[in-house]
């Protein structure tokens, strides 16, 4: 008694899973009439009532409506059957199901088990009546490239259906072993890197600290341009020469900035406006040197063009 309630309710259970049908073109006949004789366990000569009821449960719009009014016609299960398919079978879907037959492919990463099920269902709508070994011919087409090739070894000796998903698992068996076992080596071969290890420093890390370091020195370097006496470096080594601009520079900080010839150029510009000429031999101005007095003669005396030095130049200042 607790075996016919349970299959009741597997029954009842496939049977809310079903859709339902309305008429509709789109819709395959074949397919619904296959699902409500596998729960109903309905044959030709079925002459049961109930069976009938169970069917119009899913039938709904026109073709609850179609069934109302035929329904008295319907003495056994081959009666409404006939009737049904005549209705509602659609003259272009074996053409459909063909095409779709043709172009169907295993896919990459699918059973074959999903594959093997989908064309026999579709052949076996084509044609009730197709053979094992035309069947066995749709899935040799469509199949893995991988499995064809060893399975066609095997074809002469393989000649129902359930021969061919065999030795189909077995070939798709091995193919997913020696591909997890080569992605295994890949893997295996790689370089390890610790990403989590704390003492290594990563790119961001070692890109922002460059970045820091740059920006500090660069700060550093405006600081000693605008105030070079006040720089904790400083200090006067001592009298620089006009020949020597450098002279006030610390000689830690030329070999600094060996490496920052602009920066030093700025240094000893600063320092050398902060020199106190005497007085031009020239024009006797303190702002500038004799060498570079702009009334200076372009040979000779720089004051008078003779042949003799400025220093020795008797001519007096006229340029005040």
């Known amino acids: 008694m607790a ?3 349970l299959l009741a309710k597997a029954r009842k259970a496939r049977f809310d899973d079903l859709p339902n049908f309305s008429g509709h073109p789109s819709e395959d006949v074949e397919r619904f009439l296959k699902a409500i004789k596998n729960i109903t366990k309905a044959n030709d000569e079925s002459e049961n009532r109930e069976i009938l009821e169970i069917v119009r449960g899913k039938l709904i719009r026109s073709a609850g409506i ?15 059957e006939i009737a049904f398919r005549n209705r509602y079978f659609s003259t272009t879907i074996i053409q459909q199901k063909f095409d779709k ?13 999903a594959y ?16 094992d070994q035309i069947i066995i011919q749709h899935l040799m087409v469509g199949i893995n490239p991988d499995f064809r090739k060893e399975l066609c070894r095997r ?23 020696f591909e997890q076992s080569r992605n295994l080596t890949i893997e295996s071969s790689k370089p390890y890197f610790n990403m989590e290890d704390s003492t290594t420093p990563s790119l961001t890390t070692a890109v922002n600290s460059s970045k820091s370091y740059y920006n ?15 720089s904790s470096g400083y200090q006067r080594n001592s009298t ?18 060996s490496i920052q010839p602009a920066f030093t150029k700025n240094i000893n510009d600063k320092l050398f406006t902060l020199k106190q000429f005497s007085n031009c031999k020239i024009c006797n101005r303190k702002n500038h040197r004799t060498i570079d007095c702009f009334y200076k003669h372009p040979t000779g ?11 020795d130049c008797k001519m007096s200042q006229n340029f005040q």
């Not at 179609?66 to 009666?79: A, G, R, Y």
């Not at 037959?101 to 088990?113: D, F, S």
């Not at 005396?301 to 220093?311: A, S």
């Open 240 to 257: 620089p020469e006009y020949g020597n601009r450098t002279g006030m520079i610390p000689n830690k900080q030329i070999r600094n900035n």
């Open 116 to 131: 093997f099920d989908e064309i026999v269902n579709l052949c076996r709508e084509i044609d009730p009546q197709m053979s």
């Open 155 to 177: 074809e002469s000796s393989m000649k129902v259906l359930k021969e061919f998903l065999h030795y189909a698992k077995i070939e798709q068996d091995l193919n997913d072993t």
């Open 101 to 113: 037959l043709t172009q169907r492919k295993q896919q990459r990463g699918e059973a074959v088990t």
């Open 66 to 80: 179609w069934f109302d009014n035929n329904e008295s016609n319907f003495n056994k299960w081959s009666d409404f």
């Open 301 to 311: 005396c720089f004051k008078c063009g003779q042949d003799h030095m400025v220093r």
């Open 216 to 230: 500090n020195r660069k700060s550093n370097n405006y600081d000693t341009r605008s105030k070079p006496f006040q």
């Open 3 to 5: 075996d016919q309630t």
